[in-house]
């Protein structure tokens, strides 16, 4: 296991700061997924400590050691591509032993690598199969377990489920996890969906213009988003966002779905009309809008609503479940003091 330190790490591309002024750890054996939407920086940021590019400012440390100048290959750091990179000529086993053939490793020790690893991520019984008769899900297994053979303490993995289906991406997930914990490895895992950072992640770097927006435990990022950002990217469905009113038009508050209820219309201007019903089973996420230009306001409601589009309905919440934000800058205010449930002004 090893601890890995980013500290002011900057890549400039053509005078555009990619990754702007990034400072980060991730402690021995932890999972640290670096979420974001596409473009934030998160990627180049994972290329920068894998050594695939080179930074225009700042270090990154691996258990004490400045590695920010190094070549890739003296890192001792695997890696899992989006794309698998397989050998398509290759069998299943000489792909998962490629990296120890060039390293020099001796036979015997590859031939019990192999073994063990191929048993550990399911494989045992396709090795002498070439990548064209893997499915999605087994072709993914052999850039894991390719990473994994290698022994290295760090694992470095960008987007490496975004090819799969939903139901592939979620056995995938439970795996990953798994395995990580399992052997101990440190990773850092790129992804844009934060289904997979939430489930996955020991610690969350959310992502934004090259920048940190927020860093902390999935518990931290949806319990205290510490931006209109971090609140409408972590969750979902997105935090809801109401205009405050009265005395205080500088503030904007969030409402979770869960946390919002379903009341009988008051007949004034706060009520709001249905728009839209999902039923997903256990369930149902009611949209409504307030008015035809305003944003629609997503409530979570278990089991099937007995709401009905073009009704109108008053919204409901426990001022406790609010979190309060500065209109221009963004960033978190505190809390509303705990009083009566109130609804949109």
Same mark, same amino acid.
């Given at each position: 296991?090893?601890?890995?330190?980013?500290?002011?790490?900057?890549?400039?591309?053509?005078?555009?700061? $990619?990754?702007?002024?990034?400072?980060?750890? #991730? &402690?021995?054996? /932890? =999972?640290?997924?670096? %979420? +974001?939407?596409?473009?934030?920086?998160?990627?180049?940021?994972?290329?920068?400590?894998?050594?695939?590019?080179?930074?225009?400012?700042?270090?990154?440390?691996?258990?004490?050691?400045?590695?920010?100048?190094?070549?890739?290959?003296?890192?001792?750091?695997?890696?899992?591509?989006?794309?698998?990179?397989?050998?398509?000529?290759?069998?299943?086993?000489?792909?998962?032993?490629?990296?120890?053939?060039?390293?020099?490793?001796?036979?015997?020790?590859?031939?019990?690598?192999?073994?063990?690893?191929?048993?550990?991520?399911?494989?045992?019984?396709?090795?002498?199969?070439?990548?064209?008769?893997?499915?999605?899900?087994?072709?993914?297994?052999?850039?894991?377990?390719?990473?994994?053979?290698?022994?290295?303490?760090?694992?470095?993995?960008?987007?490496?489920?975004?090819?799969?289906? $939903?139901?592939?991406?979620?056995?995938?997930? #439970? &795996?990953?996890? /798994? =395995?990580?914990?399992? %052997? +101990?490895?440190?990773?850092?895992?790129?992804?844009?969906?934060?289904?997979?950072?939430?489930?996955?992640?020991?610690?969350?770097?959310?992502?934004?213009?090259?920048?940190?927006?927020?860093?902390?435990?999935?518990?931290?990022?949806?319990?205290?988003?510490?931006?209109?950002?971090?609140?409408?990217?972590?969750?979902?469905?997105?935090?809801?966002?109401?205009?405050?009113?009265?005395?205080?038009?500088?503030?904007?508050?969030?409402?979770?779905?869960?946390?919002?209820?379903?009341?009988?219309?008051?007949?004034?201007?706060?009520?709001?009309?249905?728009?839209?019903?999902?039923?997903?089973?256990?369930?149902?996420?009611?949209?409504?809008?307030?008015?035809?230009?305003?944003?629609?306001i997503l409530v979570r409601v278990p089991g099937r609503a007995s709401a009905r589009i073009g009704e109108r309905a008053a919204l409901?919440?426990?001022?406790?479940h609010e979190h309060r934000f500065d209109r221009a800058s963004g960033r978190r205010l505190s809390a509303f003091p705990p009083s009566?449930?109130?609804?949109?002004a």
């Amino acid at each position: 296991m090893s601890r890995i330190e980013v500290e002011h790490l900057v890549k400039d591309f053509g005078g555009r700061a $990619a990754v702007n002024d990034v400072s980060f750890s #991730v &402690e021995r054996g /932890a =999972l640290c997924v670096l %979420l +974001g939407p596409s473009g934030c920086g998160k990627s180049t940021t994972l290329r920068l400590i894998a050594g695939l590019e080179e930074p225009t400012a700042g270090r990154i440390v691996i258990d004490g050691r400045d590695i920010t100048h190094l070549p890739s290959k003296d890192r001792r750091i695997a890696m899992v591509f989006q794309s698998y990179a397989l050998f398509p000529h290759l069998t299943v086993a000489q792909n998962i032993v490629f990296g120890l053939e060039v390293r020099g490793v001796a036979r015997a020790e590859r031939d019990a690598r192999l073994g063990k690893v191929a048993a550990l991520v399911g494989l045992s019984e396709y090795l002498t199969r070439k990548p064209g008769q893997l499915s999605g899900g087994q072709r993914q297994r052999v850039a894991l377990a390719r990473a994994i053979v290698s022994e290295q303490p760090v694992c470095l993995m960008d987007e490496p489920l975004s090819n799969l289906d $939903a139901k592939l991406r979620q056995e995938m997930r #439970v &795996e990953i996890r /798994a =395995l990580q914990q399992r %052997l +101990g490895m440190t990773m850092i895992y790129v992804t844009h969906d934060q289904v997979e950072a939430m489930t996955m992640a020991d610690q969350v770097i959310l992502m934004k213009d090259g920048a940190i927006e927020q860093a902390g435990s999935p518990v931290d990022l949806y319990q205290a988003p510490a931006t209109v950002f971090a609140a409408r990217f972590v969750g979902a469905p997105p935090m809801n966002l109401i205009a405050a009113a009265g005395p205080e038009p500088s503030v904007v508050t969030g409402v979770r779905a869960e946390d919002m209820r379903l009341a009988p219309p008051t007949g004034n201007g706060a009520d709001a009309e249905v728009t839209s019903i999902e039923y997903l089973g256990a369930d149902t996420i009611v949209g409504l809008r307030r008015s035809d230009d305003g944003d629609a306001i997503l409530v979570r409601v278990p089991g099937r609503a007995s709401a009905r589009i073009g009704e109108r309905a008053a919204l409901a919440w426990d001022p406790a479940h609010e979190h309060r934000f500065d209109r221009a800058s963004g960033r978190r205010l505190s809390a509303f003091p705990p009083s009566t449930d109130r609804s949109p002004a």
